[in-house]
Structure formats: C-alpha cells, structure tokens
C-alpha cells in the first residue's frame, strides 16, 4: 500500500524560500507518476508539479522560475523547493502518486492520483 507524508510547511514573508518533502513507501521500486497539488484557501485543488521516472518534470506557468521538483530514489523522497514565495502562493500543499509508468498528458485532473498525502500548510504573508 503506498503512503505518502508531507512536512516542511510553514510561514514566510513574500521573497522568501521553503522546501517541502514528501515521504514515499510501498513504491516497490516503481515511482510512476509524483505531483505537487496545493489548494488556497476557498478555492479548488490545482496541480503545481510532477515528476516521473523518465525523467520528466512540467509546471504550472504560475510557478515556473520559482519552484522545482525533485525526486532523492535513495531517500524515497519526494520535495519542492520554493523559493521568491509569493502572498498567493498561500495553500495546503499535497503530494500525489499513481502507478502509471510516467506522467502522461492526459492525466491533468486530481483523480487521476489515487493516492494522497494529508498536505501541508505553506503560508506567504506580504
């Protein structure tokens, strides 16, 4: 059974930086397909980053420049470095996982990640 974990949320002035690790078990050796989702306060959950095996990473236009996912096999851990935090950037932040061989096109909305982290909160004040 996979389980993910979250830490390294927290509270920064706009400018600043913080990185976000997931925790990995239960992969059997396979990574799949790993995603960053946040969700801001009254507002639907959006995909901020993913990451595969191949590898291959994409972004939300919002973060690129700024974030940068990344994957340690040795660690099993997942993280995205944020840095130039931005007040909106505010948000729960979730990693995901599905067992797909990579991180295919069509797989853009949230349940096409079976599997969740209980999220972490990252709060940009300005």
């Known amino acids: 059974q996979v389980h993910l974990a979250e830490s390294g949320g927290g509270s920064v002035q706009a400018g600043g930086s913080l990185r976000l690790s997931c925790q990995l078990s239960g992969l059997s050796g396979k990574i799949g397909c790993l995603a960053w989702f946040r969700q801001p306060p009254g507002r639907e959950r959006e995909e901020v980053a993913r990451?595969?095996?191949?590898?291959?990473?994409k972004y939300k236009e919002a973060v690129k420049g700024r974030f940068t996912v990344s994957l340690d096999n040795a660690k099993s851990t997942l993280y995205l470095q944020m840095n130039y935090l931005k007040p909106e950037d505010t948000a729960m932040y979730y990693c995901?996982?599905?067992?797909?061989?990579?991180?295919?096109?069509?797989?853009?909305?949230?349940?096409?990640?079976?599997?969740w982290g209980q999220g972490t909160q990252v709060t940009v004040s300005s």
């Open positions: 990451i595969d095996d191949f590898p291959s990473t």
């Open positions: 995901a996982h599905s067992s797909e061989n990579y991180c295919f096109e069509a797989m853009n909305h949230e349940t096409d990640f079976p599997d």
